[in-house]
């Protein structure tokens, strides 16, 4: 493995609601060239999100004791703080306006990874949660692809993640088919000393296909990777990683 | 920015205490091509360490009260802890064998980033450390590339580091030059609405380049990223992420 491309999928429309988010990939894929094997299909959990209607409108919300509490203490809408409890199996942490949780998947982050960008005007009210089950969000595309190309690929869903102890965010997988969440490969060094690394190779590839999206965007949600050695897996789970 | 590459620059030789590592960076890269504006080279710490000697002998070290107490606890050799104490600021956590330290430089993670792969058999009982100031290692480098080909490049300095909430290891960066540790540039979505991202834009590169390093190499030390568009900056601090 010398080099491998990231490339951006860019003719995709906006996602809605209902629409065939696997179709549309693969035609926008196969606009300008095709899928190969090993090829890794990066998305935007936002796109994936949109299209299984995982979408909540705050009109629809009431706010609890607890959530006009945490809005108080942290300046925000106690309608959107109840969407993050209601997506969260525990509270870690507020931090000034941040509010850290354990999503009911398992991920650690802020505001239970709900996110207001790219609402569309006559969606104002309306937050995009994580998809509900995002390791079958992404073997439905695999599936898909395979189905419509004969090609084998992986398929990671991505989000932008804060850390502890850095500043700024940057992309990790959410959901992946495919591609084990964790290589242990055994390495033997230049010198013949062995180690089993454990490397979280679907969290590097969610940061370089992060690079092409920007942190705002539906501009840019889909990002295909070519050139990688990976391990086949076809009981991944994004869980094993946490 | 609709794609990048990501390449290893594999012809480098075996790297050893008080080698121009600069002079055998920009010979590996032309003899298979060349530099251009805006690329960015990502060097595994290991090869910056070793040039600049910042190795240690453990028959040299004495361990401490401290060092035997995290040594006993542990099953590590004290010399080793001695070292990792050495190294930091303060020890934040032991959890099983792990020694989760804040490195002098500011680096949470684990045994002060010492590392003990990639040693000679002559090299037997050297641990490698941390480059004493990695920005400065990275300045070195972009400026011979600039002083040799009169390309402006950004540099980074990678590590493999673990994270917490997430298993496995993924590249991140410790040292920069020509590239701010975080993209803040206002975002503009699709409909108008204004954010903020904090992106930390080098993790991201830092990552896409560890996913060719593996975690055990000196077999990939250094690899070109090119294609990337990225707020040039000269005044580059990777504790601005910190």
Redesign the interface.
């Known amino acids: ?8 999928i ?1 003719t995709l429309p ?1 996602i809605n609601p209902g629409d065939d988010l696997p179709a549309l990939l693969i035609r926008a894929v196969e606009s300008s060239g095709s899928f190969e094997d090993s090829d890794v299909l990066v998305l935007a959990q936002k796109i994936v999100s949109k299209a299984e209607g995982a979408v909540v409108d705050l009109q629809t919300i009431t706010a609890s004791a607890e959530a006009l509490q945490l809005a108080a203490q942290t300046g925000r809408d106690p309608r959107l703080v109840q969407v993050y409890l209601d997506e969260a199996k525990e509270v870690l942490a507020v931090k000034g306006r941040m509010i850290i949780t354990r999503h009911k998947l398992g991920f ?1 982050g802020s505001s239970s990874g709900v996110d ?6 006559h969606e104002a009210g309306r937050v995009v949660l994580l998809p509900r089950d995002p390791d079958n969000s992404a073997r439905v595309v695999r599936a898909r692809v395979l189905e419509h190309t004969g090609k084998t690929i992986a398929v990671i869903i991505n989000d ?1 993640c804060g ?10 997988a959410i959901g992946i088919a495919g591609i084990g ?3 242990t490969a055994e ?5 013949g ?1 062995v ?1 089993h ?5 679907v ?3 969610a ?2 296909a ?3 999206m ?6 840019v949600p889909a990002v295909l990777v070519r050139g ?1 050695t990976f391990t086949v897996s076809e009981k991944a789970r994004i869980t ?3």
Chains 1, 2 share one sequence.
């Open positions: 493995m010398g080099s491998y491309t990231v490339r951006a860019g906006l650690v207001r960008s790219n609402i569309a005007p932008s850390r502890d102890y850095r500043d700024g965010s940057v992309g990790m969440a964790i290589e390495k033997v060094d230049l010198f000393n180690s690394p454990r490397i979280a190779l969290d590097e590839i940061a370089a992060s690079i092409l920007g942190q705002a965007g539906e501009g990688l094993d990683l946490l």
